[in-house]
Nanobody
Framework: QVQLVGSGGGLVQPGGSLRLSCAASGRTFSDYVMGWFRQAPGKEREFVAAVSWTGASTYYADSVKGRFTISRDNAKNTVYLRMNSLNLEDTDVYYC???????????????????WGQGTQVTVSS
């Protein structure tokens, strides 16, 4: 069992930056692939980014590639999502998630994740 607490959301202008954090407690943090997803009201939750157990490999949705960076610090039991060049379409609730044994090539799939954080709101507005 692992508990995830996301933070760092807020209001930012278009073109601005934010860094989300997700702190984990419970089982060994490095046992999990970590991911970020986002969801707008009335829409399905969508994949944003994922990072492998050691942090050596990262994966991104095409819509955020080159603007967002996922990273993890296993010593601090924390995963981060650095978001640059934010635009209005990035306005969503962002969720961190942990996967014990996701299938290779399926890190973008919600069903691969076992635990979810509570979500943190990101609003991009002028």
């Amino acid at each position: 069992q692992v508990q995830l607490v996301g933070s760092g959301g807020g209001l930012v202008q278009p073109g601005g930056s934010l860094r989300l954090s997700c702190a984990a407690s419970g089982r060994t943090f490095s046992d999990y692939v970590m991911g970020w997803f986002r969801q707008a009201p009335g829409k399905e939750r969508e994949f944003v980014a994922a990072v492998s157990w050691t942090g050596a490999s990262t994966y991104y949705a095409d819509s955020v590639k080159g603007r967002f960076t996922i990273s993890r610090d296993n010593a601090k039991n924390t995963v981060y999502l650095r978001m640059n060049s934010l635009n209005l379409e990035d306005t969503d609730v962002y969720y961190c998630a942990a996967a014990v044994l996701p299938r290779p090539g399926h890190y973008h799939n919600m069903s691969e994740y076992d635990y979810w954080g509570q979500g943190t709101q990101v609003t991009v507005s002028s």
